[in-house]
């Protein structure tokens, strides 16, 4: 579980990464917002290789989700 600091950082990432995609296309959003976890899981903090590691999950999304 994380702390409330790392939640709401994990979240701006999400929506900052998702901002293009639509809200109704909850694979796309739900397939970035995993890797983003899989990645703080992992012991990643740091906004610019959480960003990363969305965009990279959103680039290599199948092309119906974005």
Known sequence: MFDT???ALLRA???E???PVSQR???ALAHVAS????AATKGEISPER???AGLD???HA???WR
């Open 62 to 64: 199948p092309t119906m």
């Open 17 to 19: 990464v998702c901002a």
């Open 5 to 7: 600091a790392t939640t």
């Open 35 to 38: 890797k983003i976890l899989e």
């Open 57 to 59: 999950a959103l680039s």
């Open 13 to 15: 990432v999400l929506e």
């Open 50 to 52: 959480l960003r990363k």
């Open 25 to 27: 296309d909850v694979g």
